[in-house]
Every structure is written in C-alpha cells, then in structure tokens.
C-alpha cells in the first residue's frame, strides 16, 4: 500500500521560503514517479512539481518555474520540494502523491495521496 506523508509547512511572508518534504513507503521508490500538488481554496487542485527517477524527468508549472526545486533522497525515500520567494499566490494545501513510473498532470491518475500540509503567505 502506497504511504505518503508530507511535512514542512507553515507560514511566511511573501519572499520567503519553505521547504516540503515527502516520505514515501509501501512501494518500490523509484518505480514511481512523485509529485506535490496543491490545491487553494476556491481552486482546483494542480501539479506544480513532478519527478520522475525512471527518465529523470522534472516537471515544474509554469507559475513556480524557477523559484521551486524538487529533489529526491532515494535512500531516505523522501522527496523535496523548496519553494523560494513565495507569493500570496503560492498559499495553499500541498499534497505529494505517486504514479507508476512517468510524471502525470491528470489527477485521476495518481495512485496514492498524502494527507496535505498547509502553506500560508502573508503578504
């Protein structure tokens, strides 16, 4: 059974950084591909990061290119994901999921869910 647990949130003030991370277990960790979604209120939930080990692919939403970096620990079995020079914007609920091998947008796909952790940005 696929387990993930996020940690690292909080709150900060615009400009600042957080950094996310993700413990994966009850799957072969480089089988999988791991991303953080996140969901604001009012908001459907999007992918803002995505890697995958199989082709060592790392997808990244247009809105965190550049001031967000995920990473993988395979020996930790962990995945980070550093936000820098947050925005307002960036607040939300962010979630770590996996999906077999390949990075995926469609969250109907995903094969397990982590229980979230919150981001705030105060302006």
């Known amino acids: 059974e696929i387990q993930l647990v996020e940690s690292g949130g909080g709150s900060v003030q615009a400009g600042g950084s957080l950094r996310l991370s993700c413990a994966a277990s009850g799957f072969t960790f480089s089988d999988y591909a791991v991303a953080w979604i996140r969901q604001a209120p009012g908001k459907e939930r999007e992918v803002v990061a995505c890697f995958s080990e199989s082709d060592d692919t790392r997808y990244y939403a247009p809105s965190v290119k550049g001031r967000f970096t995920i990473s993988s620990d395979n020996a930790k079995n962990t995945v980070d994901l550093q936000m820098n020079v947050l925005k307002p914007e960036d607040a939300a609920l962010y979630y770590c999921?996996?999906?077999?091998?390949?990075?995926?947008?469609?969250?109907?796909?995903?094969?397990?869910w982590g229980q979230g952790t919150q981001v705030t940005v105060s302006s």
């Open positions: 999921a996996a999906h077999a091998v390949f990075c995926t947008l469609q969250l109907s796909e995903f094969d397990g």
